[in-house]
């Protein structure tokens, strides 16, 4: 190095560069790294920035020293072996931290200063993405969504033996815990299905409340479905029970059986969820439904459902927890039941389909388990 006053003004300019370049990182690295998630991106921006912060103010403070306050006199000697100390801290800058940034960012030689934040931004944003992706594994992790307490979604307060899923005895007596029977109403708002229900008690001659389901569905609908909620806000624990059936009773009552407006022919398919949430059809394979037809005299049709056979029971994709391994998918785990799904409509014979569409009127009681078909 040559000590004239064309290298003084190119070394002053160039500390400045370098003070420059540092307050720029500084910056860059607090405005990205907040935002970096991923440890091996955090490392590698805390690892180039520091290394350059450190050794940029380090060279800048002991070049500011030496020739604003001539520490080493006047030896040219003195100035030659700390000018090599310097070539040595940059050359090593060189050689360590530029390839690690061109081989992170895979940059051509002939790349631009605002190519290369540019192509900066864009890895970051692309890594930010791909992070994001997984942000639903992490919560799944978190959450465990292979737990069979995920009935709580619902609301429910815990989970009960016994055979009563729903008796529709509800009241909202302080002393009462049997609060509420349905969980919710759909209707396919496409189409503009609708669809009411009410729970029906003290009918003369009728010993057992029911709940009515009022439904409307046109062509090319989804059918109207209502979801029965447990007895006392608590799940169904089936477990060293030997309850095999789910049983209920449905009816068309019949002052609507002379009625030219309504359906004679309605068919219900089943629909349960279970204690991790996932929904599981009654049904052999996705949309073909095993639909069960309810009496046209007006008398009640006790129906069962096999809740053993796994050959019967498709996972629905539709609604609820999507999380399900492979093994699950022909094992469906019933083991604790948080929700019966009715889906009504007209029956289609021995079909295993959607049911058909049309106005109707039906009654549901006595929701419980059984062990056998009576």
């Not at 895979?106 to 692309?126: I, R, V, Y």
């Amino acid at each position: 190095m040559n000590n004239n006053r064309n290298t003084d003004k190119n070394d002053y300019l160039a500390v400045l560069f370098a003070v420059l370049l540092a307050i720029l990182l500084t910056l860059v690295y607090f405005l990205v790294e907040a935002n970096v998630k991923d440890i091996s991106w955090k490392n590698f921006l805390q690892s180039v920035s520091g290394n350059i912060i450190a050794t940029t103010l380090s060279f800048s403070v002991v070049y500011i020293f030496i020739t604003r306050f001539n520490a080493l006199g006047d030896s040219k000697n003195d100035y030659q072996r700390i000018y090599n100390q310097i070539d040595l801290v940059i050359d090593q800058l060189k050689s360590d931290i530029f390839p690690r940034i061109e081989s992170k960012l895979d940059l051509g030689k002939n790349s631009s200063f605002d190519e290369k934040f540019d192509l900066l931004k864009s890895d970051l944003a692309l890594q930010i993405q791909q992070i994001s992706k997984e942000i639903g594994n992490q919560v799944n992790t978190k959450l465990n969504l292979d737990s069979n307490e995920l009935y709580r979604f619902y609301g429910l307060q815990g989970v009960r033996t016994g055979m009563i899923f729903q008796n529709f005895r509800v009241s909202r007596a302080s002393d009462i815990k049997n609060t509420n029977a349905v969980s919710h109403l759909w209707a396919d708002s496409l189409y503009g299905n609708s669809l009411m229900v009410k729970i029906i008690s003290n009918k003369p001659n009728e010993p057992d409340p029911f709940l009515t389901i009022d439904f409307q569905s046109f062509e090319n609908s989804f059918g109207c479905n209502v979801t029965i909620r447990p007895q006392d806000q608590k799940a169904i624990d089936r477990k060293n029970q030997d309850l095999n059936y789910l049983y209920f009773s449905a009816r068309i009552p019949k002052e609507v059986l002379h009625d030219a407006d309504f359906l004679r022919d309605i068919g219900i398919a089943i629909r349960i969820v279970n204690g991790k949430y996932q929904h599981w059809d009654y049904a052999s394979r996705a949309g073909e439904y095993i639909q069960q037809k309810v009496n046209e005299d007006g008398t009640w049709t006790e129906i069962y459902i096999d809740l053993n056979d796994k050959t019967r029971w498709s996972h629905f994709s539709g609604d609820g927890n999507q999380y399900i391994n492979e093994n699950e998918r022909n094992n469906a785990d019933l083991s604790i039941i948080s929700a019966l799904t009715l889906k009504v409509g007209k029956f289609k014979g021995d079909s295993r389909s959607e049911l058909g569409y049309g106005k109707g009127r039906v009654d549901i009681k006595n929701v419980r388990f059984e062990p056998d078909m009576v």
